[in-house]
């Protein structure tokens, strides 16, 4: 069943909407109090700056443990209004592992379903950020690094955290106000040559899940990008 198909019949048969409806908003959910529970669904473009739903994979990522004791047990499940998603237990060689799996496209809300044994956490609701594009600067744009400029995006509403990365830096907390000036330098440049540099901003909302112990933690994010050049410099360090 298409996305499109399926849609219309939800709405047909949908009286006042979903949970999963993007824009419901985000629900603690229940649980035994026993669980901590850290975890993301992360969407990333298949496509420089994606516009559609259906332009994003979307990788889930879920620690859990039971007295300090990662659990290796048990179910852990994403869903969304297309998707219903059973993650796979990942070891990752050090017995602090997670849960994880991937669905295709961008469905804004997740529900988050644990159980292990008489151990649970179910319900939990994050409403995803829309998507945004980056409006400036435009893709291939010739930059140069010794200066400032402003990267802005489109978005509907804010996020309650944008991260911004750019070349092979590391990620920096900005606010999701739709435009961040980069300083001078950031961008990541050759003496002789032309470089490419990845501009990246991701947008998530979070929520603590109700019936998990404290410091747990759910988010759901969407990532956008595209590539400029930074001109060659032949003062620059990087």
């Not at 939800?10 to 959910?29: E, F, K, M, V």
């Amino acid at each position: 069943m298409n996305r499109i198909f399926a849609s219309l019949i939800l709405s047909l048969a949908a009286c006042g909407g979903s949970p999963l409806d993007p824009g419901s908003g985000n629900q603690g959910g229940m649980g035994t109090n026993t669980l901590l529970v850290n975890g993301s669904a992360i969407a990333t473009p298949r496509i420089a700056n994606a516009t559609a739903e259906t332009d994003f994979n979307t990788e889930f990522n879920i620690r859990v443990s039971l007295n300090n004791v990662p659990v290796q047990t048990g179910t852990v499940t994403l869903k969304s209004r297309y998707v219903n998603v059973p993650l796979t237990w990942n070891n990752n060689n050090n017995n602090q592992g997670r849960w994880e799996g991937m669905a295709a496209g961008y469905d804004v809300a997740y529900e988050l379903d644990v159980t292990n044994g008489t151990d649970s956490v179910t319900g939990v609701i994050v409403d995803g950020p829309d998507i945004h594009t980056i409006t400036a600067p435009t893709a291939g744009a010739t930059l140069d690094a010794t200066t400032m400029f402003v990267v802005s995006w489109a978005r509907a509403n804010p996020a309650d955290e944008a991260q911004f990365e750019v070349g092979d830096g590391n990620g920096i907390v900005v606010p999701d106000t739709g435009s961040y000036s980069v300083a001078p330098g950031s961008l990541k440049t050759d003496q002789t040559q032309a470089r490419t540099n990845t501009v990246r901003l991701t947008r998530t909302n979070r929520t603590t899940p109700s019936g998990a112990v404290t410091g747990s933690m759910f988010s759901v994010g969407v990532s956008n990008e595209l590539d400029v050049v930074a001109a060659p410099c032949a003062t620059c360090q990087n």
